[in-house]
């Protein structure tokens, strides 16, 4: 979706977007053409200004049929503005309509970003193998002209644009399927990121022998598909910030849960299993799209898990690159083995102070927390709170879990260090609790479980159903109120 800034309306346009607030339409139709025609239509419509509410007229004029639609943006909140930007892209989508035009009225230069961002994110769709996709179907809207007073615009654009960027190939990764997606060629996807001036670093099986990651290495010893470290630094401090925050993302980019395999039904939505790994990488394209003055590396462990002969097995001991010992009990608790060293990788290797880990990892989560928030476990209850505000203002929402010495007690285990699976009550937390085991003293960290929000099996405000790239606008929103000089 292509965006422009506008300071008057065009001479010439087909559809038009105008915005009301609650119980406003009086205001927002005065002295435009036709008003009389678009109050009767938002009664029509019951419009009363809520939030992503829309009311549309048609009518022809000089032989040309026009649109004008009433998009209600609610209280005038920053999420207002965002629900109207999307609604009316979702609702010219497919339309036979190639150009909007949306006045901004006096909105704020904020509310104007939030339309602009909203409509961009809102119009991604995959249809790659669409090859059948009825004419009806096929998205039409290319253009969002937005007028506004604010000549600064073009200018903050720039910086969310690199965002929605990220967004998107985010959603690109989580989309693709698990032929065309695995740990080498999600590496070679992200050589794009090298254009905008991320350092790669990549680690093959041998250097994570090496290094002894044996817990990562046992995951994918069973696929055919190699696993591999991706290592993306972005320093747009140059050199000032010696210390990185650190991103650790999980990348199962498929899971059939190894010998403990999952059922049949609903396997194919493994894989977005990797839905972490995608949004470090897409919040790495982000940061450095947008030039954040930020010392950041991003780690995605990327791995396959498959069930042949030379597949882990529950009962197995592997060592991890701590030292401590992990009896598996159930190869399908694989990803906070893939995290475990990923986690000491880069706390040997870069020494943080902060670090931040994102995984698809658990369906307690979901049960817990159904689709509404990503579950957050921390060790530092000021890194807790600023990831918090920074997911409730980009709108990737969190919601802070517990964790305590009475559920790390559920993963002793009788023969090795720790076992890879507590009981079935608190499985997200036991799962945390695993994790937190391979967090060094004096390092703030936090688990993000992602598992019911990487994936929408219906729309939502600024996605379509399927991938929605959750954690992108969430970490660089983290980064920027607290990372940047």
């Known amino acids: 979706m292509n965006v422009t800034f506008l300071s008057a309306l065009p001479e010439t346009w087909t559809s038009l977007a105008l915005l009301a607030g609650k119980d406003g339409v009086a205001a ?17 419509a019951r419009f009363d200004g809520e939030a992503g509410s829309i009311a549309e007229n048609v009518f022809a004029e000089g032989g040309v049929a026009r649109r004008i639609l009433l998009a209600g943006v609610g209280a005038g909140g ?19 309509e190639t150009k909007l035009v949306i006045d901004a009225g006096d909105a704020s230069l904020d509310a104007v970003m939030c339309l602009a961002s909203a409509a961009v994110l809102r119009g991604w769709r995959q249809d790659r193998w669409r090859t059948r996709l009825p004419e009806k179907q096929k ?27 990220g967004v998107a190939f985010t959603r690109e990764l989580v989309t693709e399927p698990p032929n065309l997606l695995y740990p080498e060629s999600f590496v070679e996807r ?55 925050v650190v991103f650790v993302g999980k990348g199962v980019t498929f899971d059939t849960g190894g010998i403990s395999l999952k059922p049949g039904p609903g396997m194919e939505d493994m894989k977005w299993d990797m839905g972490g790994a995608g949004a470090v990488a897409g919040a790495m394209l ?12 991003g780690v995605c462990a990327l791995v396959e898990n498959m069930p042949d002969g030379n597949a882990q097995r529950p009962g197995d001991i592997v060592t991890s690159m701590s030292g401590q010992t992990i009896e598996i009990l159930n190869t399908d608790a694989e990803g906070r083995l893939i995290l475990c060293d990923a986690l000491t990788w880069a706390q040997k290797n870069l ?62 285990s009788q023969i090795a ?27 703030k960290w936090a688990h993000l479980d992602i598992a019911g929000m990487a994936w929408a099996a219906k729309a939502g405000a600024v996605w379509e159903k399927g991938a929605t790239g959750y954690g992108v606008r969430l970490l660089d929103r983290f980064v920027a ?5």
């Not at 604010?150 to 960027?165: I, M, Q, S």
């Not at 940061?287 to 930020?294: E, H, S, Y």
């Not at 609790?433 to 391979?438: D, H, I, S």
Request: glycine share 12%; charged share 25%.
């Open 190 to 244: 992200c050589g794009r990121l090298a254009d905008a001036g991320v350092d790669i670093q990549v680690l093959d099986e041998g250097a994570m022998e090496a290094a002894g990651m044996g817990a990562l290495l046992g995951v994918g010893q069973g696929s055919a598909r190699a696993s591999r470290l991706l290592v993306l630094r972005w320093d747009g401090t140059k050199g000032a910030a010696k210390t990185p």
């Open 417 to 443: 260090d720790m076992k890879n699976v507590g009981p079935r009550e608190g499985g997200s937390i036991t799962a945390a609790q695993f994790l937190q085991r391979f967090i060094e003293d004096g390092v």
């Open 78 to 96: 920053a999420e207002d503005y965002e629900k109207a930007g999307a609604a009316l892209v979702a609702r010219l989508l497919t339309s036979g």
């Open 481 to 485: 109120d607290n990372h940047e000089e």
């Open 28 to 44: 927002a139709t005065a002295d435009r053409p036709h008003a009389e025609g678009l109050d009767a239509a938002a009664r029509l």
């Open 351 to 412: 020494s943080p102070k902060v670090i931040v880990d994102l995984a698809t990892l658990t369906g307690a989560m979901v049960i817990s927390l159904g689709h509404e928030y990503g579950g957050m476990f921390a060790n530092d209850d000021g890194l807790a709170a600023q990831l918090n505000a920074a997911g409730a203002a980009a709108g990737d929402p969190l919601w802070r879990m517990p964790l305590g010495d009475a559920y790390n007690k559920l993963i002793d």
């Open 139 to 165: 998205p039409t809207l290319t253009d969002v002209a937005i007028v506004t007073s604010h000549g600064r615009a073009k200018d903050g654009w720039t910086n969310v644009k690199a965002v929605t960027e």
């Open 286 to 297: 982000a940061l450095a799209g947008r030039k954040a003055k930020a010392h950041v590396v």
